[in-house]
């Protein structure tokens, strides 16, 4: 028992050592290739274990020919290790390099592809996460080019839209002003419809910019969205009745919910309004209030004919208008953009899709959390 803890001793000394002096080497080369890291770890195994057989040999006293075989095999198996851990090492720096030159045109070319070549877990886990992030980033730039032509689209159409009834107005004003105005009461009448429709732009841009700077400040409160659709109906009638389209909307349901009534309700007439200027004449608008599951669905069903399904992505878009078909008279392409960040920020979702005849707005809410007495 005595002879096996000497020799154990021994050779943990011995091949202690040699890791002390392999470990000083991985210091010294930790900033350089893997390759020469991995013949570093291989010799300091063939070392160590020389180290404690010679060890052994010393205190236990073996004869030269016994340690000369020995010696002989650590040396082979070294040879053997060395060569090994330099393949290997040659393999990882050049499945590393290939990995090195596809990142790099992932930073010229903005896309990147992963080396066909197999790699280690590691490196190709590594591929999967820079493929996944090109991938987000390119989506991510979709979005910011189509951000950026709404946007182009939206100045564009807002200095037409403003400079049309400015130049009216400044016509009125000047036939006013010179008296040469057949009808002055007109005029003044004009002028103010004029104004009004302006003073609805600005409200808008200043709605959608509260929306976009995160700067909506929401009231929520428990309120039926039965009574909201309700009263949304009565407001949009005059506005049917001035474009004959029938309004449809009885039989609501009730169901509660926890929002902002005054946000909801801009939220309301907006999709209305939207509906009726894009029905004809004798046409209907149906409105419709559900609950599905734990959210509340409300409807708002039009007769427009349907929207081409390349642009049904695009409906709640800033300044989008769709074809010059559907190109109302008045407003600059903002009321479906304030729904959507209306109901987004009341944790809801608001979507679009065809139906015969027509097209289904639906703004799904969540229901009014349930309270214990």
């Known amino acids: 028992m005595k002879d096996v803890l000497l020799i154990v001793l021994f050779a943990f000394g011995g091949a202690a050592c040699a890791g002390v002096l392999g470990a000083m080497a991985l210091r010294l080369v930790r900033h ?9 770890v291989a010799a300091v195994t063939v070392t160590a274990m020389l180290a404690g057989t010679l060890a052994v040999a010393w205190a236990m006293f073996l004869s030269p020919h016994d340690l000369t075989v020995v010696t002989l095999v650590v040396a082979m198996a070294a040879a053997v290790s060395l060569a090994t851990a330099l393949l290997l090492g040659r393999w990882v720096v050049a499945r590393s390099r290939d990995l090195t030159r596809a990142a790099r045109d992932f930073g ?10 197999r790699a280690t877990a590691e490196l190709a886990e590594l591929g999967r996460e820079l493929a996944a992030t090109s991938a987000r980033l390119a989506a991510s730039r979709e979005r910011e080019r189509a951000l950026e ?12 839209d403003l400079r049309t ?28 419809t004029e104004v009004e429709r302006l003073d609805t732009m600005v409200g808008d841009l200043f709605e959608l910019s509260r ?71 004798d046409g209907t608008v149906a ?35 769709g074809s010059p078909a559907r190109t109302p008279p008045a407003g600059a392409g903002l009321g479906l953009a304030i729904v959507r960040g209306i109901v987004e920020a009341h944790a809801g979702r608001a979507e679009v899709r065809n139906v015969p005849g027509g097209c289904r707005f639906e703004v799904t809410l969540p229901l009014a959390a349930t309270t214990t007495g």
């Open 211 to 281: 929306i976009h700077a995160g700067a909506l400040e929401l009231s929520p409160s428990r309120v039926s969205l039965r009574d909201l659709a309700a009263d949304a109906l009565l407001g949009a009638d005059p506005v049917a009745r001035e474009c004959g389209v029938r309004l449809s909307g009885e039989g609501f349901a009730h169901v509660p919910v926890d929002v902002d009534g005054k946000e909801m309700t801009r939220v309301l007439a907006n999709l209305l309004v939207n509906a009726i200027r894009h029905t004809p004449a």
């Open 165 to 192: 009834p400015l130049a009216g107005l400044r016509a009125m004003a000047e036939a006013l002003e010179d008296g040469v105005a057949a009808d002055p009461g007109r005029y003044h009448r004009q002028i103010r």
């Open 287 to 321: 409105v419709a209030v559900d609950r599905h599951a734990d959210a509340a669905v409300l409807s708002v069903t039009d007769g427009c004919g349907g929207i081409p399904e390349e642009d049904l992505a695009r409906v709640f878009d800033t300044g989008w208008r």
């Open 32 to 40: 350089r290739s893997v390759a020469v890291s991995l013949a570093v």
């Open 108 to 117: 010229t070319e903005g896309s990147f592809a992963a080396p066909p070549a």
């Open 149 to 160: 032509s709404s946007r182009r689209e939206l100045v564009a159409w807002m200095s037409h």
